[in-house]
T-cell receptor
Framework: GEDVEQSLFLSVREGDSSVINCTYT??????LYWYKQEPGAGLQLLTY?????DMKQDQRLTVLLNKKDKHLSLRIADTQTGDSAIYFC???????????FGKGTTLSVSS | NAGVTQTPKFQVLKTGQSMTLQCAQD?????MYWYRQDPGMGLRLIYY???????DKGEVPNGYNVSRLNKREFSLRLESAAPSQTSVYFC???????????FGQGTRLTVV
């Protein structure tokens, strides 16, 4: 079945880079997504990457996709305390049904 | 721009009570979804509606029913609430089945 795996916790110091990793199973996924959830709030789309791309950069965010290994990563440069949140990796289920989410990575940024 | 609106934001139910969680979107999206979020479990899909007039089960549909009332609204009903249904419920919508999903702010439900 479809599955998305992420590490549960990451702790970094302010100003460092953060790298959040994700593996997925559905090789037919055309889009892969990163969502951010701040405490007590809903999920907001952070960025996404189309499956025919290897990399996408958006300001402090860099997404890397290794389609062969089904591995996705999100790098946040110059991490700030405001980046503390839960980050979810997601892929589309088969036949484009619904997003399948990982369990989320809690990013803690200390000053 | 309201986006996806869920009501209520908080609810406490007694075991066995029923209730309906409401969700409406104003983006003219075709697809709508209900997820639940539990600590350490991430988001799990309960039901989804790929388009108006259709609904399908997700990963954890037991104990729930849904109604796609029209293109804007997708409700989730708990017929007989159980403590295991204590969770945060999120509604989401997307233009199509291969586009990004937009989420509501969530409903925090406690069943005692």
């Amino acid at each position: 079945g479809e599955d998305v795996e992420q590490s549960l916790f990451l702790s970094v110091r302010e100003g460092d880079s953060s790298v959040i990793n994700c593996t997925y199973t559905d090789s037919s996924s055309t889009y892969l997504y990163w969502y951010k959830q701040e405490p007590g709030a809903g999920l907001q789309l952070l960025t996404y990457i189309f499956s025919n791309m290897d990399m996408k950069q958006d300001q402090r965010l860099t997404v890397l996709l290794n389609k062969k290994d089904k591995h996705l990563s999100l790098r946040i440069a110059d991490t700030q305390t405001g980046d503390s949140a839960i980050y979810f990796c997601a892929e589309r289920g088969q036949a484009g049904t619904a997003l399948i989410f990982g369990k989320g990575t809690t990013l803690s940024v200390s000053s | 721009n309201a986006g996806v609106t869920q009501t209520p934001k908080f609810q406490v139910l007694k075991t066995g009570q029923s209730m309906t969680l409401q969700c409406a979107q104003d983006m003219n999206h075709n697809s709508m979804y209900w997820y639940r979020q539990d600590p350490g479990m991430g988001l799990r899909l309960i039901y989804y509606s790929a388009s108006e007039g259709t609904t399908d089960k997700g990963e954890v549909p037991n104990g729930y029913n849904v109604s796609r009332l029209n293109k804007r609204e997708f409700s989730l009903r708990l017929e007989s609430a159980a403590p295991s249904q204590t969770s945060v419920y999120f509604c989401a919508s997307s233009a199509g089945t291969n586009t990004e999903a937009f989420f509501g702010q969530g409903t925090r439900l406690t069943v005692v």
